[in-house]
Every structure is written in C-alpha cells, then in structure tokens.
C-alpha cells in the first residue's frame, strides 16, 4: 500500500488491507489442504463430492441434481467429477425404477471409508490453521467473512452480472 501512495497517492487502495490479506490466506489455505488431497489421490471437487455424500444420512444417497446443488456446479460438471469417482469405485450411480430421468448416486463402502479417512485429516489440518484465534476471534471472523461475501456478491460492479445471478466462482 505504501508504495501505490508513491505511485499513485490520489488511489484509494485501502481495500488491499482486506483483500491483500483474504487473497495471502487463501494461498496458504489452498497449499496447505493440497498436500492431504495429493496423499490420498483425490481432487478438492472429488473430496466435495463424496463429502456431500458421506453426510447424506443414512443412506449416502443423492439424486444427481441434488448433489449438483449441493456443490455449487452445474450437472454437466458434476458428470465428470461423478465419473471419475465412479471408475475409482468410490461411487455408483443407479437409475430411479420409478423414473428413468432420476439418477442416484451412492457412496460405495471404499468411497466412505477414504471420504472419512480424508476428512479426519483435513478438519485437523483447518482447526490447527485456526490455532492462532481465540473461538470467539475465529467466529467473529466468520461472521465478518459472511458480512464480505454478500457485500462483494451485491456490489455492482459493471462486470455483466446481476447481485443475484450466477457468477463464475460458484458456478464452476
């Protein structure tokens, strides 16, 4: 920041001081989750999946378009993330008997037991990149953190999306 008051000292860059931060956290975020997903062969969208699934409770079922929703992507890229977890044998997918057009997908034992294992290390890995804030810092934080994504999602900011409509981010 100091330097953009150099550079350019009419700017108001004041917001680096959230985003700077947001987008530094995020990069060590990103690294640190990376190394439990690349131990155990699994993508970031693939651990999503079988997450939706695995608490899906009792069955560890859900209908295609239910676990779309459930993971912010659209069905034709749920498709091949399913796909792949199914070539793995992670899950399975089945037709409803009732009606065709319905497509269920199951977590298979294997894929329960690796979405547990994964996840079991994975929330460690979150709480312990936590460590530094108090409980109450850490739910301040989140609340402040829901506070910033609805001001950013309601921004208008000349992009071509709508407050309300679909983005990039969630989309895909």
């Known amino acids: 920041m100091a330097h953009w008051a150099v550079a350019r000292p009419e700017l108001d860059v004041s917001a680096l001081k959230v985003f700077g931060r947001l987008h530094r956290s995020f990069l060590v975020y990103k690294a640190r989750i990376a190394t439990t997903f690349d131990e155990y062969d699994i993508s970031e969208a693939g651990f999503d999946v079988l997450a939706c699934l695995r608490r899906a409770v009792p069955d560890h079922r859900l209908t295609a378009g239910q676990l779309a929703e459930q993971t912010l992507v659209t069905t034709g890229g749920l498709s091949l993330r399913v796909k792949r977890l199914e070539d793995a044998g992670l899950v399975r997918r089945s037709k409803d008997p009732h009606d065709a057009r319905v497509v269920y997908v199951d977590l298979t034992p294997e894929g329960a ?19 530094g804030l108090s409980d109450d810092d850490a739910a301040e934080l989140a609340g402040l953190l829901g506070q910033l994504e609805r001001s950013a999602r309601s921004a208008v900011l000349g992009d071509g999306l709508d407050p309300g409509e679909s983005d990039p981010i969630t989309a895909g």
């Not at 994964?118 to 979150?126: G, I, Q």
């Open 113 to 131: 037991a690796l979405v547990d294992r994964v996840a079991d290390e994975h929330f460690a890995k979150l709480r312990l990149m936590l460590d």
